[in-house]
């Protein structure tokens, strides 16, 4: 079965649990909400940092394992309020749940942090809503403590917490503080610009190699069928071809992100045994070569 079908179907696959629902309008502290502008105004009034939450809520399930795992414990609710804006990005499945105001500025938020999609990711910025302090992850091991622990780690870089350091150390020591704090800032933009340049670089690569290796096995494969008596030849293309038609279909299909259910999962299933068989009936007509 073909590798990209194969992996995909963990799609249908994905678990189910509850998520807070976010408010859509205003922000207070240690509260989810869609409204990163009134997030971000709170935060500078209150001198809190604002934690951004890329998710997808009704699909994700890694996304789902963190809400039942961290945000929706008491410690959790508990540490947030007196310390977090809380923003919540979502790319749910279900389009309703995101009102139409927010859509594109999630998407335009997705690529300004270099996001790509990778849900859920966490995003730690200072009390200016801009300066980013770190990322954090969602991993089977992390708990609502662990989290915490984290987040506390990164706000050890706060311009307000670092201001403070810089005042209890020797002229000379602070000054070297301040100036390997700003080359290292240097490298790191430099560093993320090599990476995008490279990222760039190595897609226009790899569609070329993806398309000239596909057409030289083409070639290979056209070769191979002309070779075979004329019926034969004509049902290969004719099974080719349904192939094709049916692994869109389905690619089409798993792309909508289904719900999983009895109805959808047979429809899958129906899906990948017409593929399966295909691929064995066109083997028969084409043993591999010599």
């Not at 299909?253 to 009895?262: G, I, S, V």
């Amino acid at each position: 079965m073909n590798v990209r079908i194969a992996c995909l179907a963990v799609l249908v696959a994905g678990s189910v649990c509850a998520a807070e629902k976010p408010a859509l309008d205003g922000a207070q502290p240690g509260r989810w909400t869609m409204d990163f502008d009134a997030a971000k105004q709170v935060a500078a009034e209150k001198k809190l940092p604002v934690l951004l939450n890329f998710t997808g809520s009704d699909w994700c399930g890694w996304c789902k394992l963190m809400d039942k795992k961290v945000f929706s414990m008491p410690a959790w609710t508990a540490y947030a309020t007196n310390t977090l804006m809380l923003v919540w990005i979502d790319f749910p499945q279900n389009a309703a749940l995101v009102p139409e105001k927010y859509v594109s500025r999630n998407t335009a938020l997705d690529l300004a942090f270099g996001v790509e999609g990778k849900l859920p990711t966490f995003i730690l910025l200072d009390d200016d809503g801009q300066t980013e302090l770190g990322r954090l992850a969602a991993t089977p091991e992390t708990t609502s403590d662990s989290f915490i622990a984290e987040i506390n780690k990164l706000l050890q870089l706060r311009a307000s917490v670092i201001d403070a350091l810089l005042k209890t150390l020797p002229p000379e020591t602070a000054r070297e503080y301040r100036d390997t704090a700003k080359a290292l800032a240097a490298a790191k933009k430099e560093f993320a610009a090599m990476q995008l340049d490279f990222k760039n670089k190595s897609a226009t690569l790899g569609g070329q190699i993806t398309q000239q290796e596909g057409r030289l096995a083409s070639i290979r494969l056209d070769t191979r069928i002309a070779k075979l008596p004329e019926a034969d030849a004509a049902d290969y293309r004719e099974k080719q071809a349904r192939r094709a038609e049916a692994e869109a279909e389905l690619m089409a299909w798993m792309k909508t992100r289904p719900e999983k259910n009895a109805a959808n999962t047979r429809k899958y299933n129906a899906w990948r045994d017409e593929i399966t068989q295909l691929d064995k009936d066109m083997q028969v007509l084409l043993p591999p070569a010599k």
